[in-house]
């Protein structure tokens, strides 16, 4: 067992306190107060979150919280969606697991069927909503819940793309026999994936996506194995150079020629973006105002003044 510290805890205690306190009270996880990471990366890094985790010898387990989630107008919805789409990259980045969402209080003259039935429709609509992501990579070992294996296939048949490795599990969380993913990828069309002329892997066409099965997850070479797979399944690979700026990619499916970037500066301070594309790019302009945008050395540049959004066009050269 293992055991972990809520940021809830020491509620007027910053980031770097929280991190230093349940390294000294010596528990494992970490789950984060969320308005405090907001406040901690206006004017740091994930890079420096990072660091402070190495340093206190902590993992993440979970991001705490996006509240009010349930019975909301529309507009509160979008809230939702962009908030989680937020904390999501957060997650990704420091490697951690959860994110936590907390329904609404209860209105009045509603009853519980009525809350079970809010709650799971927005928990559906918050899951239907992050289908967008093209790409859904993960750790996979001898065992794996049988409902995963069944969304890994649902996501792969509906046009995206898994990847997992080094095991294709055959027993689920239980341990019992359980090889859902192994009997369906057996009867599919198999290609074999070589790199430096090895074999890294076995791609396996699902539906309208695939599921990639990589044979090693080398720290060393997974990098380098992912751009090769990308790259092969027409993924656009994007860079920025500012950590603190949020970076959206919208491809147009009919014209690979386009695609719409959006960048937000969610900090007090300016920021010099620079985004640049896995394409040539000919010319952009920030659609808002109908401006041009400067292109330097294959990256779209531009300025961005505190808390905006701007949003390009992009047109391959």
């Known amino acids: 067992m293992r055991l972990g510290f809520n940021g809830a805890s020491t509620m007027k205690t910053d980031l770097p306190g929280d991190i230093r306190v349940a390294s000294e009270a010596g528990y494992d996880l970490i789950e984060f107060w969320a308005k405090k990471m907001t ?8 890079e420096d979150v990072k660091g402070l985790l190495k340093k206190a010898k902590v993992k993440p387990l979970a991001i705490n ?15 939702t969606m962009n908030l989680i789409r937020k904390y ?27 809350v079970f039935a809010e709650s799971v429709a927005v928990l559906k609509e918050i899951s239907d909503k992050f289908k967008d992501y093209k ?37 689920n969380a239980q341990f019992q026999k359980e090889d ?8 599919k069309k198999m290609v074999k994936i070589t790199l430096n002329g ?30 090769v797979i990308l790259k092969n399944e027409s993924v656009l690979k994007l860079e920025k150079n500012n950590p603190r700026a949020d970076v959206t990619l919208h491809r147009n499916v009919k014209d ?20 640049k594309l896995e394409m040539v790019l000919g010319s952009a ?33």
């Open 39 to 46: 406040a901690y990366l206006s004017n740091h890094t994930l």
């Open 65 to 79: 919280s996006v509240e009010f989630i349930t019975f909301n107008a529309s507009w509160e919805k979008i809230n």
């Open 88 to 114: 999501a990259k957060i997650a990704e980045t420091l490697k951690c697991p959860y994110i936590v969402l907390v329904p609404s209080p209860r209105p009045t003259d509603v009853s519980d069927q009525d």
């Open 135 to 171: 790409v859904l990579a993960l750790a996979s070992f001898e065992y794996m819940d049988s409902k995963v294996q069944n969304n890994l296939l649902e996501f792969a048949r509906e046009g995206g793309i898994v990847i997992l490795g080094p095991k294709i599990p055959s027993l």
């Open 180 to 187: 859902i993913l192994k009997k369906n990828l057996s009867s």
């Open 198 to 227: 090895k074999t890294a892997g076995f791609r396996y066409e699902t539906g309208n996506g695939s599921i990639i099965h990589l044979l090693e997850l080398d720290k060393k070479k997974i990098g380098k194995t992912l751009d």
């Open 256 to 275: 690979a020629k386009h695609a719409i970037i959006f960048v937000a500066n969610p900090t007090s301070q300016s920021i010099q973006a620079e985004v």
């Open 285 to 317: 302009k920030e659609i808002w105002k109908n401006r041009r945008v400067e292109i330097k050395n294959e990256k779209l540049v531009d300025k961005l003044p505190p808390y905006t959004i701007m949003m390009y066009e992009c047109v391959s050269g």
